[in-house]
């Protein structure tokens, strides 16, 4: 990349994953900053004898990378894509997803080396991704120190929780060491906060459950915009069944995998974060897509894939309920993310099971992914909002770059 110029220009944000990498490129220059980037994309399969990259304007295609450093080679490749689109015009900063923030972070904040040895000691809270979002700044903070990296933190957004909303059932000490539950997604709750009460006015300023429906899934609660309460909590693994995590889990259900069938801690968190959730039960996917299209299939493959989504889909109706309780009523009840963006099925299913509280949905608004897909004789008003966490972040950065300058 280009070297930088003292005032903002363009912003790279960077989402980084255990086998892919998003990113997309923001105008900087642009008063407020554009939800839409200039242009995106990704590159998948990282590690996988098939890594592929897709762009805005450019097909998806396979790529090669280096096999023994594909990450780093991920990077190198991003950084090219970048280099040959710049057309004249530099990066100002790099704007990165970081999961955890810990008890330290809640605000954006631009990386040093000492920061960055903070949010190393988060990894072990979110090893899905933490380690993966910190690689890419400790390879930048060393090749390009001209530029600005800051980390914009999953774990800021729930910083209004009530102490009773953070606080675990464990010995007092336990809380003073930092062991607290600290809720995530916060990127995308943020975006909500910003552009619900946008398309919804007053309404999305009462009571309102945001459900992100992902790959990974949380729910946050929401009371004049500001998180009192979320599903995930000390970790990623707390909450909602998942694509490949279990949700929350009874704790003797770790003890005895450890005890009785000997499996390593290694072992056991490989069982929690990678081989659970709808992939572990169904044996078949973590995308509920495919499920869906085997649930009736003869057999142990259409039953598992029933059970499945059954299990999938009750939990996030017990805990939209949990949620209802403690705000103490519901206004709004908002899907986000890939299947809560995308998935008309799920949708349905949920709020079927939310019936008993009049919440009524619009079949046709719902197939088609409307922004509002409730019926008119529904207790609840029920939205469908993409999500635009890359935007959250080219914001924040851009706020500390424009600190940097004033």
């Known amino acids: 990349m280009p070297p930088t110029s003292t005032s903002p220009d363009l912003i790279l944000v960077l989402n980084c994953g255990s086998s892919s990498i998003k990113y997309a490129v923001f105008d900087a220059q642009a008063e407020p900053v554009p939800r839409s980037p200039l242009w995106k994309g990704k590159v998948e399969g990282i590690g996988s004898p098939d890594p592929r ?67 190393k000691c988060y990894i072990p809270l979110a090893p899905l991704h933490q380690p993966f979002a910190l690689e890419a700044i400790e390879i930048l903070l060393r090749e390009r120190p001209d530029i600005v990296q800051v980390a914009c933190f999953d774990t800021g957004f729930h910083h209004t ?32 906060a910003t552009t619900l009460p946008e398309r919804h006015g007053d309404a999305a300023c009462g009571l309102t459950i945001v459900a992100h429906l992902g790959s990974g899934a949380s729910l946050c609660a929401m009371r004049g915009l500001q998180s009192v309460a979320t599903t995930m909590g000390f970790s990623a693994l707390d909450g909602l069944m998942m694509g490949t995590r279990t949700g929350a889990l009874d704790p003797g259900a770790v003890i005895y995998l450890m005890e009785i069938e000997k499996l390593t801690l290694e072992e056991v968190g490989q069982v929690l974060y990678r081989q659970s959730g709808l992939l572990g039960v169904s044996g078949l996917s973590a995308d509920p897509r495919i499920l869906i299209e085997h649930e009736y299939d003869p057999g142990e493959t259409g039953e598992r894939a029933r059970i499945a989504l059954a299990l999938y889909v009750r939990r996030i109706v017990r805990e939209i309920g949990a949620l209802v309780a403690t ?38 608004a719902n197939v088609s992914n409307a922004p509002v897909i409730s019926s008119s004789q529904s207790a609840v008003t029920v939205a469908v909002e993409p999500t635009n966490e890359e935007w959250i972040a080219a914001v924040s950065a851009h706020a500390l770059l424009d600190e940097g300058t004033s």
């Open 327 to 364: 705000l103490g009523g519901l206004d709004m009840l908002v899907f986000t993310a890939g299947i809560g963006e995308h998935n008309a099925v799920i949708r349905d299913r949920i709020c079927n099971g939310l019936a008993f509280f009049g919440v009524h949905l619009d079949t046709a």
């Open 161 to 192: 929780l009530p102490k009773v909303e953070q606080m675990l059932p464990l010995p007092y000490a336990a809380w003073e060491r930092g062991l607290r539950r600290y809720g995530f997604h916060g990127l995308s709750y943020a975006y909500m």
């Open 53 to 119: 990259a897709d762009e805005t304007g450019i097909a998806s295609a396979p790529i090669p990378l280096d096999a023994k450093q594909p990450y780093h080679a991920a990077l190198e490749f991003i950084r090219g894509r970048v280099i040959a689109r710049l057309e004249g015009r530099q990066i100002s900063a790099v704007a990165h997803r970081v999961v955890h923030g810990g008890s330290k972070y809640f605000d954006a904040v631009r990386v040093d080396n000492h920061v960055l040895d903070d949010l």
